[in-house]
């Protein structure tokens, strides 16, 4: 288990600050602009949650009981029948499933519930969602970032974290890549993290998961896969999400989850099943998203500004060739707020995240302000 962080030193100062803080003045900014603010710098789904799946949750209401933590037959099989049908897997069974409340709650807390601490590594991407840092630093793990294999040197890391599609970039790993690098992992033993969140926010790319046979070659040893319904299905605020892969791992993180109540409740369960039963409102939410992508990017390249990557995801990876922090307050001058890439890693220091989760309405009103 790891070594106890010091008494003396509370939790919050270990931690990577919390960047969002550094942005509140820009908000302020954009948000006296005098058509109102178009946040784009989060990507919170806006968009009704189905009502087919409002229905489910309304007709699991009635549930006394305490949930289990494994989760019920019926969600573990709900996300192998979806894995299959979308995605391509095959051969998962219930024991290489697991419901989580929420991607963010597991990616932070993982290292911790498996025993990782300080003397051990944990790398993830040059550019990367910032909880990776944060749930190594939780456990006072060494921590490296980098999209370099060979740049990790000798010591093999006990996680490895991998992002496709990227956020903040947008980026799809090709297949090729991901089965290198699921080899590369088990021959040194590290436990291999693919995060997967986006992988149905695809415009221009097909992203793969981690766990296709034509990337693990039909075995799930020693590979985790990520998968939430936050965006697919506009579900955030269910925290509904699930990890997949190797049974043993799985097993771990049960033991440790179930000591500590960690149980996602019934009705979002229930709700679960249907929304991974269902592809129909998602592709009716892709065909949104894929319109104000659209109408984003070419307002954005009328601008001045050039897209990288974005293939897919619900961002558009965005540069002026400057310091993102200007390119920051240029938006917000305009009441637009972004994320300046600097969130993700020195790497992104000239660039912005933008998304395209906001309505309709607001999509329309950055447009006319980026190419008035």
């Not at 087919?52 to 949750?57: E, F, G, I, S």
């Not at 040059?126 to 294999?149: C, F, I, N, Q, R």
Request: hydrophobic share 45%; aromatic share 6%; net charge negative.
């Amino acid at each position: 288990m790891p070594a106890p962080m010091s008494a003396s030193i509370p939790v919050s100062q270990q931690l990577p600050d919390f960047p969002w803080d550094k942005l509140v003045p820009f908000k302020a900014k954009a948000a006296a602009h005098a058509d109102g603010l178009v946040d784009l710098s989060v990507g919170t789904p806006v968009d009704p949650t189905p009502t087919v799946v409002q229905n489910a949750l309304r007709d699991a209401a009635d549930s006394p009981g305490y949930p289990a933590t494994v989760g019920t037959p019926a969600v573990r099989q709900a996300a192998i029948d979806w894995l299959a049908r979308n995605h391509g897997v095959d051969g998962l069974g219930l024991d290489n499933v697991l419901p989580v409340i929420g991607s963010k709650e597991l990616i932070g807390s993982l290292p911790l519930h498996l025993g990782v601490g300080q003397g051990d590594l944990v790398a993830y991407p040059e550019l990367a969602y910032p909880t990776y840092e944060v749930s190594a630093a939780l456990v006072g793990a060494d921590t490296v970032a980098t999209d370099s294999l060979v740049a990790l040197g000798p010591k093999a890391p006990k996680i490895l974290w991998i992002n496709s599609p990227s956020n903040p970039t947008g980026r799809v790993l090709p297949v090729e890549h991901l089965r290198k690098t699921v080899e590369w992992a088990r021959e040194r033993g590290t436990l291999l993290i693919s995060d997967e969140c986006y992988i149905e926010c695809a415009w221009e790319a097909s992203p793969i998961s981690v766990l296709h046979p034509d990337v693990c070659g039909g075995s799930y040893d020693g590979i985790l896969a990520v998968h939430s319904l936050s965006k697919r299905s506009n579900l955030a605020g269910y925290r509904e999400a699930f990890v997949a892969g190797d049974a043993t791992v799985l097993a771990e993180l049960l033991a440790v989850r179930k000591n500590l109540g960690l149980m996602m409740p019934g009705p979002q369960q229930a709700a679960m099943v249907t929304a991974l039963g269902d592809d129909q409102h998602a592709k009716e939410q892709h065909a949104r998203y894929a319109a104000r992508r659209a109408k984003l990017k070419e307002a954005l390249e009328t601008a001045g500004f050039r897209i990288d990557h974005s293939e897919a995801s619900l961002y558009l990876w965005s540069t002026r060739d400057e310091d993102c922090w200007k390119t920051v307050e240029w938006l917000a001058e305009r009441g637009i707020l972004a994320a300046p890439g600097a969130f993700y890693g020195r790497a992104g220091n000239q660039h912005v995240r933008i998304a395209f989760t906001a309505t309709d309405e607001r999509v329309d009103a950055a447009v006319a302000r980026l190419t008035a």
